[in-house]
């Protein structure tokens, strides 16, 4: 009960003033590709994304190592990121989202390690 009510007064704080929320890197192993970090946002009305392998595998369907890839509308890159895996080192991806707020997540790289 207590944690509700500390994450109720943080979103409403949160409606009252507009400002910046930090990324949040996490680290996913993905099969056939190997270790990701992605940049969460750390907004309290915007839950964690986490990349799912099964998003990967429904965009090898259509997305083929060399492609462009252009996401309008990003948000944090929780579709651009899986879709620029499918495409490669030789592809590249771009990623346009309006919002400063979350084109300043947005741009934060992901790695391959």
Same mark, same amino acid.
């Given at each position: 009960m207590i944690?509700?009510?500390k994450d109720s007064f943080k979103r409403k704080i949160a409606r009252r003033f507009t400002k910046e929320y930090p990324?949040? @890197?996490s680290t996913y192993n @993905?099969?056939?590709i190997g270790e990701v970090e992605f940049?969460?946002?750390s907004n309290p009305f915007q839950s964690p994304i986490?990349?799912?392998e099964n998003m990967i595998e429904f965009f090898n369907?259509? @997305?083929k190592p060399g492609d462009l890839i252009i996401d309008i509308g990003a948000h944090i890159g929780d579709t651009t990121v899986p879709m620029s895996l499918c495409s490669g080192a030789q592809g590249l991806a771009i990623g346009?989202?309006?919002n400063p707020y979350v084109f300043k997540i947005l741009k934060k790289k992901y790695f391959f390690k």
């Amino acid at each position: 009960m207590i944690k509700y009510l500390k994450d109720s007064f943080k979103r409403k704080i949160a409606r009252r003033f507009t400002k910046e929320y930090p990324s949040i @890197i996490s680290t996913y192993n @993905i099969k056939n590709i190997g270790e990701v970090e992605f940049a969460n946002w750390s907004n309290p009305f915007q839950s964690p994304i986490p990349l799912d392998e099964n998003m990967i595998e429904f965009f090898n369907q259509f @997305i083929k190592p060399g492609d462009l890839i252009i996401d309008i509308g990003a948000h944090i890159g929780d579709t651009t990121v899986p879709m620029s895996l499918c495409s490669g080192a030789q592809g590249l991806a771009i990623g346009f989202d309006p919002n400063p707020y979350v084109f300043k997540i947005l741009k934060k790289k992901y790695f391959f390690k």
